[in-house]
């Protein structure tokens, strides 16, 4: 079994092992230096989570959740949630970062992929924010659920769809020979 | 897809539980005998002994087994969902798959009871010394880190079985040679496979119209 798995690596092409080497390893390397060490959380993420509480709430209250935004608090006469670590979508970011800067493409096009793609999987992970409190909403007994299994998973297979997108794309058009 | 298997992945938790906690115990028990880790239903529980400093008495810490092995059922979706040239590819890509993330889920409950020890002493630091140890606040953001992680996690596994020809009837280098011996084989000559016939009514009847 390991020598033919071991077989199958070697016939493979080389780039293809390459790109998920470098994947995985920038994918760790970025989300340590920006989700788990202590300077870019607590100095950037952990002001940033304030203001994706601010936007959750101008976004429920145009439909008239008549929620409030104290900190990273939303809460509304029906449900409360908290916007903490892990909801600001940096795992989905670096998965994204990771997976445009190891392809082997022009710097032009991965500039192009990243200043696209990131801000439009804030907004899908924004999305899923607002989604989490109408779930909280009406679905209370679902919430914690929906929170940990589905939301989190459904951002990371956006982020999936938009690199696909960007490699179909951007990418491959500017592969170099 | 993914709905659909997280029903089968709930039922599998216990069993997956239980495999994850006696590797596990068996793993630690070479770094740190004082500390044992059981299955208790869904929960890998981790008992210590925390010694003389502590007034000799057992602290208990529970890792809830869906927070490290919730990519899983993506995983299997994904695999599922993609379109295989023979259905072996697809099985073997899953079983390699998942064999990987239940490896990675041992090496969790591990990590788990390292993170227990670390609290622990860091609580003893704080009584004896007054000082607040940072190093469990330390791991434990790495653990979260890692627990958040699990979708990328199963996106990752997926294309490196995809990427390591597990969907493919033969790996793509391979292929590319095959189909150059075939362009260049004579007709009339016995053909490469070995079967003894001519080429031209044995494998190169497929190239053929």
């Known amino acids: 079994m390991a020598s033919a798995l071991s077989g199958r690596i070697r016939a493979v092409n080389r780039g293809a092992v390459r790109y998920i080497v470098l994947f995985g390893l920038i994918f760790v390397v970025a989300y340590f230096l920006v989700g788990v060490a202590p300077g870019v959380r607590t100095g950037i993420l952990k002001p940033y989570t304030?203001?994706?509480?601010?936007?959750?709430?101008?976004i429920v209250n145009l439909f008239g959740s008549g929620a409030v935004a104290t900190g990273t608090l939303v809460q509304s006469s029906r449900f409360s949630m908290d916007v903490a670590m892990g909801c600001d979508g940096v795992e989905a970011c670096c998965f994204f970062l990771a997976g445009v800067l190891a392809f082997p493409t022009a710097w032009r096009a991965?500039?192009?992929?990243?200043?696209?793609?990131?801000?439009?999987?804030?907004?899908?992970?924004?999305?899923?924010?607002?989604?989490?409190?109408?779930?909280?909403?009406?679905l209370p007994s679902l919430e914690e659920e929906l929170h940990v299994y589905v939301a989190q998973t459904v951002v990371i297979l956006f982020s999936t769809a938009v690199l696909v997108y960007w490699l179909e794309r951007f990418a491959v058009k500017h592969r170099p020979a | 897809m993914y709905l659909a298997f997280l029903p089968i992945w709930w039922a599998a938790l216990e069993p997956l539980t239980a495999?994850?906690?006696?590797?596990?115990?068996?793993?630690?028990?070479?770094?740190?005998s004082s500390v044992s880790?059981?299955?208790?239903?869904?929960?890998?529980?981790?008992?210590?002994?925390?010694?003389?400093?502590?007034?000799?008495?057992?602290?208990?810490?529970?890792?809830?087994m869906e927070?490290?092995?919730?990519?899983?059922?993506?995983?299997a979706a994904l695999v599922v969902a993609t379109r295989p040239a023979r259905l072996l590819g697809k099985i073997q890509a899953l079983a390699a798959g998942l064999?990987?993330?239940?490896?990675?889920?041992?090496?969790?409950?591990?990590?788990?009871a390292r993170l227990a020890g670390l609290e622990t002493h860091d609580q003893m630091v704080f009584a004896t010394t007054g000082t607040k140890g940072h190093t469990s606040a330390f791991?434990?953001?790495?653990?979260?880190?890692?627990?958040?992680?699990?979708?990328?996690?199963?996106?990752?596994?997926?294309?490196?079985?995809?990427?390591?020809?597990?969907?493919?009837?033969r790996p793509l280098k391979d292929a590319n040679v095959r189909t150059?011996?075939?362009?260049?084989q004579e007709p009339k000559s016995r053909c490469w496979c070995g079967s003894g016939r001519q080429f031209r009514r044995c494998c190169g009847k497929t190239t053929r119209k």
Not at chain 1, 110 to 136: E, M
Not at chain 2, 43 to 61: C, N, P, V, Y
Not at chain 2, 99 to 112: D, E, I, P, R
């Open chain 1, 110 to 138: 991965k500039a192009i992929g990243l200043a696209l793609g990131i801000p439009l999987i804030q907004v899908i992970n924004l999305g899923r924010l607002v989604g989490l409190f109408y779930a909280g909403t009406y």
């Open chain 2, 19 to 32: 495999l994850a906690a006696a590797c596990a115990d068996l793993i630690y028990h070479f770094l740190d």
């Open chain 2, 139 to 169: 791991m434990y953001y790495c653990f979260h880190g890692y627990a958040f992680s699990q979708p990328v996690l199963a996106v990752i596994t997926w294309m490196g079985t995809a990427m390591c020809g597990f969907f493919d009837v």
């Open chain 2, 67 to 75: 927070t490290v092995a919730y990519g899983m059922p993506l995983l």
């Open chain 2, 37 to 64: 880790i059981a299955a208790d239903g869904r929960i890998a529980r981790i008992t210590l002994d925390a010694g003389a400093m502590a007034g000799k008495h057992l602290q208990e810490s529970g890792l809830r």
């Open chain 2, 99 to 112: 064999a990987l993330m239940t490896l990675l889920t041992v090496l969790a409950v591990v990590g788990w």
């Open chain 2, 180 to 184: 150059q011996e075939v362009r260049t």
């Open chain 1, 50 to 58: 304030g203001l994706l509480a601010r936007a959750v709430t101008f």
